[in-house]
């Protein structure tokens, strides 16, 4: 399922990524995902309190995988406020 919200951070994302110029690492993807432009839609999505409470939505989890090192690095919780921990394969 997509929401609306869901195409302005894919548009961020592919903005970032654009602008990074290089292959894309690991750790640009962690800095990244901490982004905060267009809030509260923001890929560090946070609860808009002028929101109906049943309408509220927040980031609470990010997830990196590294498929060619079979690693997956995972932040319980937002991106911007949680320290990611790699798991191995």
Known sequence: MSLPDS???LGR???LVRNLGRKVGV???KEMMKDHASYP???CRHEDILE????RMCTVFSM????EREEMYLAPGGPCCCEY???KF
């Open 52 to 55: 109906p409470e049943s309408k």
């Open 27 to 29: 750790a640009d993807i």
């Open 7 to 9: 195409f302005l951070r």
């Open 85 to 87: 921990h790699l798991i």
């Open 13 to 15: 994302i592919r903005t």
């Open 41 to 43: 839609d923001s890929i």
């Open 64 to 67: 990196i995988m590294d498929l």
